[in-house]
C-alpha cells in the first residue's frame, strides 16, 4: 500500500517539477492531489501520463494525507503547513520559513538523511535553499576526508530561482532589445537582467552582504558543520535554468586534486566531468532536466595553504528544490495512511 501526497504549489515552476519527478521516480503514491490558490483553482497539471486537476489549497483537509510537498513561499507555508502538520502529515517545505527552526531538520539526503527523523517535532521538514543545496552535496565527501575550514564560494544563479516573474522578465527584456519599441524597464529585479549580471539576491543586510548570501551561510554550517567559515556572493545571471558556482575550499588536511576527482567520483549525487581542454566541463544549459550535482574545473589553489577550487552545476529546479524534497520524502519511513 502506497502513501498519499499532496503537492502545494503544484502549478509554480517547482511544484511542477515536483510532480514529475514524484512520477519519473515513481514514488510509491497510490493517490497524489495537486492543490493551488484559489485563482489557480481548477487548472490542469501534468503527473506522469495523468492529469491532475488543481483543489484549493484553502478549504483542503490534509487529514489522512501522509505527506505534503510545498512550494507555496513563505507566507502561504506559514498559514497552511501548521495545518496540515496537525492533520498528522508530514511537510517538506520548500521555502525558507522553517529552514532556521532548531526543531526542523534541515535536509539534503546525500550530507545529513539521518536528520530526516527530526522531523516528528513539528510533523515539518525544511528543504534548503536552492545554491546551497548543490554546494553541500560536493562538500560532504570532502568535508569528510580532509575537514573544511573555510568556503569562499560566488554562485551564477538563473531567473528561475526567482519564479516565472523572473524567467519571463529576461524573456521579455530579450526580445525588447532587439524591438526597440517595446522597452521592458526591470520589476520582479533590481536592473535589467537581459545581457546583465546583477550582484544582489533578496534584500541587503546590515553587514553589506544579501539574505541569499546569509542563507548559505546558515545553511551550510546547519546541515554540513557548524565549525566551517562560509562567505558568498550571490549573482543573478540570464540563465534561464541552472546555477553555477565557483567554489574555492580551505581544508585542514592536504587533499590533492586528483584525489579529491575521485572522491567525488565515487559520491552519491555527482557526476565529475573535468577535462583540461575547451568543453570539458559541464554549464547550466548541459544540466537542466537532469538529477546530478555536476562538479568540474578540480583544481590546487597555491594561494592558501590545503586549498582547492572547483566549478559545481546544477538545475536548480531540480536538485535545488524539488528533486531534494521527493529525496527527503523517499528517505521517510512513514506508517502507511488508512
Known amino acids: 500500500m502506497g502513501y498519499r501526497v499532496a503537492v502545494a504549489g503544484a502549478t509554480g515552476n517547482v511544484g511542477r517539477e515536483m510532480l514529475n519527478i514524484l512520477a519519473e521516480r515513481e514514488f510509491p ?26 483543489k484549493d489549497l484553502d478549504t483542503f483537509d490534509f487529514t489522512g494525507f501522509d505527506i505534503a510537498l510545498f512550494a507555496v513561499g513563505s507566507e502561504a507555508t506559514k498559514q497552511y503547513a501548521p495545518k496540515a502538520a496537525a492533520a498528522g502529515c508530514v511537510v517538506i517545505d520548500n521555502s525558507s520559513l522553517y529552514r532556521y527552526d532548531p526543531q526542523v531538520p534541515l535536509v539534503v539526503p546525500e550530507v545529513n538523511a539521518d536528520a530526516v527523523m527530526g522531523y ?6 525544511a528543504n534548503p535553499n536552492c545554491s546551497t543545496a548543490q554546494m553541500v552535496v560536493a562538500l560532504k565527501p570532502l568535508h569528510d576526508r580532509a575537514r573544511i575550514r573555510r568556503v569562499v564560494v560566488a554562485t551564477y544563479q538563473s531567473v528561475s530561482g526567482a519564479g516565472k516573474e523572473g524567467m519571463d522578465e529576461l524573456w521579455d527584456q ?17 536592473k535589467q537582467i537581459a545581457f546583465n549580471v546583477i550582484p544582489h539576491i533578496d534584500v541587503f543586510l546590515d553587514d553589506g552582504s544579501t539574505k ?24 543573478r545571471v540570464p540563465v534561464f535554468v541552472g546555477h553555477s558556482e565557483a567554489v574555492n575550499i580551505e581544508f585542514e ?22 577535462k583540461r581542454e575547451p568543453g570539458g566541463y559541464v554549464t547550466p544549459i548541459e544540466c537542466v532536466g537532469d538529477y546530478a550535482t555536476f562538479v568540474s574545473r578540480i583544481r590546487q589553489d597555491s594561494t592558501v595553504e590545503n586549498g582547492l577550487s572547483m566549478w559545481i552545476v546544477s538545475d536548480n529546479l531540480r536538485k535545488g528544490a524539488a528533486l531534494n524534497a521527493v529525496q527527503i520524502a523517499e528517505k521517510m519511513k512513514l506508517p502507511v495512511a488508512a
Open 174 to 190: 530579450t526580445k525588447s532589445i532587439y524591438n526597440p519599441t517595446s522597452e521592458v524597464p526591470p520589476k520582479k529585479f533590481s
Open 120 to 125: 516528528s517535532q513539528k510533523n515539518i521538514i
Open 29 to 54: 503514491a497510490d493517490e497524489v492531489v495537486a492543490l493551488a490558490s484559489r485563482k489557480s483553482l481548477g487548472t490542469e497539471v501534468s503527473y506522469g501520463d495523468r492529469t491532475l486537476v488543481t
Open 253 to 274: 588536511d592536504f587533499l590533492d586534486e586528483d584525489e579529491a576527482r575521485d572522491i567525488l567520483r565515487e559520491a552519491p549525487g555527482i557526476l565529475v566531468v573535468d
Open 212 to 235: 541569499e548570501e546569509w542563507k548559505m551561510v546558515a545553511e551550510t554550517k546547519k546541515i554540513l558543520d557548524p565549525k566551517i567559515r562560509v562567505t558568498a556572493t550571490c549573482v
